[in-house]
């Protein structure tokens, strides 16, 4: 039976593969990271300037949406290659894991801004009619009623666009990203290992079962508060 695992992954070198891993995750977590940090702030504006809320602005709205939108309408695989000038200038490289969080980043938080807004369109309209009732402010509303009572919304949010980069990452392997992408397109794709496909395959599947599952547990831990 060893001789035979043995054989069938004979091409897998364990070593470049803990080192691809660990380069998946950086990726990913580096641009969720900023993707929450971005997109969250920006998911709040679009619903506070949206028809019937709080700050409506339908300028300042349709401009914001259609930046939005725009970034989330173009291909991820499109975006890697169009953002190269702008990633070199920004991080003096495009390869890398340095070179392929700015485009992931670019990808993930309007793609968040967009469940952040949804989370917050799902509260209850009393809650925010109660408090303006008893005098808060936009602040106060936003960091006392709607962020707290969007919370599970916008964790499920957290996980979903989690999943999505881990996606991402594995495409920008086409131009020299790392991680499991690039490896599987080099050694997999390109030398035709398919043992190393099935392999990177296989731990990306991995990954986004444990991010499936944190997120669920903690969807389910803030929706009994």
């Known amino acids: 039976m060893e001789a035979l695992m043995e054989n069938l992954l004979s091409n897998v070198d364990w070593t470049e593969i803990g ?15 900023f993707s929450v ?5 920006v998911g709040v504006l679009l619903f506070l300037f949206g028809k019937r809320q709080l700050l409506e602005q339908p300028v300042a709205y ?8 725009v970034l989330r309408s173009v291909p991820f695989i499109i ?7 702008f990633t070199v200038m920004l991080i003096g490289t495009s390869l890398g894991v340095a070179g392929a969080i700015p485009p992931l980043v670019a990808g993930g938080a309007p793609f968040f801004a967009r469940l952040v ?4 369109r799902e509260v209850d309209r009393g809650i925010i009619e109660a408090t303006q009732a008893m005098g808060a402010t936009v602040k106060q509303i936003v ?16 996980t979903v666009t989690a999943i999505t980069l881990v996606s991402y990452a594995a495409m920008s392997g086409v131009v020299g990203g790392g991680g499991l992408g690039d490896l599987a397109i080099r050694f997999g794709y390109q030398r035709f290992q ?32």
């Open 117 to 120: 807004e949804t989370s917050l």
């Open 143 to 158: 960091f006392g009623a709607l962020l707290p009572e969007a919370l599970p919304g916008i964790i499920a949010g957290i």
């Open 79 to 85: 975006l890697l290659i169009v953002m190269i000038p």
């Open 194 to 225: 398919t043992d190393v496909m099935v392999i990177t395959v296989a731990l990306l599947v991995i990954f986004v079962q444990l991010l499936q599952m944190a997120g669920d547990r903690l969807v389910l831990y803030f929706s009994r508060k």
């Open 37 to 41: 940090l971005i997109g969250l702030p």
């Open 62 to 69: 349709a401009v914001l949406s259609f930046v939005v939108n």
């Open 19 to 33: 080192w691809a891993s660990w380069d998946t995750l950086v990726m990913v977590g580096m641009s969720l990271l």
